[in-house]
Structure formats: structure tokens, C-alpha cells
């Protein structure tokens, strides 16, 4: 039901755009976020946002590098990576629970898509 996409291999310093798309819901209700899992590690939050304002939460690791936003015409949410690093290559995938706020807790989310693998070459 949800699909992450936009992955692929890129050097430091580069950017990718992910994008989360949903089938049969809309995204338009429901808070979404991004996780990953790099081989060897837990999963670990990304970035979030809210259904109801839009209010956003990043890891630290992150903050000032991903940016998080919707696209309510196309029922997707992106997650735009800047300034890449080695260390953020992982599995991407988003999530999706109906609540009104962002959130890193994983146990909210109800509804995981597949993932998208992001390479960061040094």
C-alpha cells in the first residue's frame, strides 16, 4: 500500500529525492515517515511529518541536510537529501499511521511500505 522510490547510488555531497506513494488511501490523513537501515544496524528514524499542519521532526543526524514535505496533488510525500554522506547509506522506507502529529516512535506507525536503497559512495 505504500511504496518508497527515487533510491539509487550517488557520490558525497550529492542529492536524491525519495518519494512515498500510496494506493488505495490517501496520504492527505495520515502523519508520514521516513526511516532506514543500513546492513549490520537497527532501523532508525528520518524525518516526519504531520497530517494536520505539516509540522515536521528530523534525527539529528539529519537536520540541515533532509528536508521532508508533501505533494497533496500527487498523494505522496518526499524526502529531499542534500549533502550526502557515506553514512547514510541504507534501506529507505516510509511509514504511515492516522495520527496528527510527526513522530520517530516506530511502534505508531500501522502501515510500512518497501524500500528503496540509497548508496553513498565516498
Known amino acids: 500500500q505504500l511504496q518508497a522510490s527515487g533510491g539509487g547510488l550517488v557520490q558525497t555531497g550529492g542529492s536524491l529525492r525519495l518519494s512515498c506513494a500510496a494506493s488505495?488511501?490517501?496520504?492527505?490523513?495520515?502523519?508520514v515517515g521516513w526511516f532506514r537501515q543500513a546492513p549490520g544496524r537497527e532501523r532508525e528514524f528520518v524525518a516526519a511529518?504531520?497530517?494536520?499542519?505539516?509540522?515536521?521532526h528530523y534525527a539529528n543526524s539529519v537536520k540541515g541536510r533532509f528536508s521532508i514535505s508533501r505533494d497533496k496533488t500527487r498523494n505522496t510525500v518526499n524526502l529531499h537529501m542534500n549533502f550526502l554522506k557515506p553514512d547514510d547509506t541504507a534501506v529507505y522506507s516510509c511509514?504511515?499511521?492516522?495520527?496528527?502529529?510527526?513522530?520517530?516512535?516506530?511502534?505508531?506507525?500501522?502501515?510500512w511500505g518497501q524500500g528503496t536503497q540509497v548508496t553513498v559512495s565516498s
Open positions: 511509514a504511515a499511521h492516522p495520527r496528527s502529529y510527526a513522530s520517530a516512535e516506530v511502534s505508531l506507525y500501522d502501515y
Open positions: 488505495g488511501r490517501t496520504l492527505n490523513t495520515h502523519s
Open positions: 511529518i504531520s497530517w494536520r499542519d505539516s509540522t515536521t
